[in-house]
């Protein structure tokens, strides 16, 4: 993780790269694969800025990495710190590390965006929901194509990001780990078949978190508390449960009972949603939509390719 970072200047924050860095660099350029092109860059080019890349964005800024060393390819107007260099047509050659970040209907126009261009980058990361790795791959040569599904936490360095490769060496998995591990939890994924999964709870999770807490507030609103109040209080109970939970050797699922007295007011709720495993088969049949939907994008991905 230093070693990739390191290609990165960063504020007197950040990390300092090992000795003999430079070195095992050069021997990995050195290796076969896609060569890069005689004007690749060093740094990060970010392909979309919309809610999850610019969530990456500000996330690898707050690790540390230099803003001026990252450069946003969008035809629109988004909303960049200080300091990000804004395109909206790539430059001329291949950066290092080339991450895809639109929607996954736009894998055409970025495919056609780097369209006749000779090599390719060192590392392709893709967070296109539901598009393959073999669609990747054919889409923009790549030394090494890794999946990624982040989440919307990551722009506070709390979410979690799922990856996948198939046939890419240690060191292009220690690059793509290394670029991520600044945002969160990093899960790398056994088979690609289970990404669809981890894209439901993990990648779509957040959403039906968000959704919880509204409806956590707004059944306390209709018990009599103001809605701004029952919404702070929702609020701070998820937050407080959740590190809690996150810190504990016991499973949440312990930890509620043990909250649970027999006869108590918590155990009385938590009969509604224990009753014919209600919450279980809601989250079952959320999850399942998700993934089925996922599923749908990447035959869709496929059929254009």
Same mark, same amino acid.
């Given at each position: 993780m230093r070693a990739f970072l390191s290609r990165f200047p960063v504020r007197p924050v950040g990390r300092q790269e090992p000795e003999g860095g430079a070195r095992r660099r050069a021997d990995r350029d050195?290796?076969?694969?896609?060569?890069?092109?005689?004007?690749?860059?060093?740094?990060?080019?970010?392909?979309?800025?919309?809610?999850?890349?610019?969530?990456?964005?500000?996330?690898?800024?707050?690790?540390?990495?230099?803003?001026?060393?990252?450069?946003?390819?969008?035809?629109g107007s988004p909303d960049l710190p200080d300091g990000v260099r804004h395109v909206s047509a790539a430059p001329e050659g291949w950066p290092e590390t080339l991450v895809l970040a639109v929607k996954p209907?736009?894998?055409?126009?970025?495919?056609?965006?780097?369209?006749?261009?000779?090599?390719?980058?060192?590392?392709?990361?893709s967070i296109l929901a539901g598009v393959e790795v073999a669609t990747l791959a054919a889409a923009i040569p790549a030394e090494a194509v890794v999946r990624a599904m982040p989440n919307l936490p990551v722009a506070i360095g709390k979410g979690v990001t799922a990856l996948y490769a198939d046939g890419v060496d240690d060191a292009r998995r220690s690059e793509a780990e290394a670029l991520v591990a600044p945002l969160g939890l990093v899960e790398w994924i056994g088979g690609e078949a289970l990404f669809d999964a981890v894209t439901a709870l993990s990648g779509c999770g957040p959403g039906f978190v968000f959704r919880?807490?509204?409806?956590l507030a707004t059944a306390g609103a209709r018990l009599g508390l103001p809605a701004d109040q029952a919404q702070r209080l929702?609020? !701070? /109970?998820?937050?407080?449960?959740?590190?809690?939970?996150? =810190? $504990?050797?016991?499973?949440? !699922? /312990?930890l509620a009972?043990?909250?649970?007295?027999?006869? =108590? $007011?918590?155990?009385?709720?938590?009969?509604?949603?224990?009753?014919?495993?209600?919450?279980?088969?809601l989250l079952a049949a959320t999850l399942g939509a998700s993934a089925a939907r996922n599923r749908a994008m990447a035959e869709e991905a496929r059929t254009r390719s």
């Open positions: 050195a290796r076969g694969g896609v060569s890069p092109s005689p004007s690749s860059s060093a740094g990060i080019w970010l392909v979309g800025a919309g809610n999850m890349g610019g969530a990456m964005l500000r996330g690898w800024l707050a690790s540390g990495i230099a803003a001026d060393r990252v450069t946003v390819i969008d035809p209907q736009q894998l055409d126009a970025a495919r056609a965006m780097f369209a006749g261009r000779e090599g390719g980058p060192r590392l392709l990361l919880f807490i509204d409806a929702a609020l !701070a /109970t998820v937050e407080g449960s959740a590190l809690m939970a996150a =810190g $504990s050797a016991e499973s949440p !699922a /312990t009972d043990r909250v649970a007295s027999p006869g =108590g $007011s918590t155990r009385e709720g938590l009969n509604m949603l224990d009753r014919d495993d209600a919450l279980i088969e």
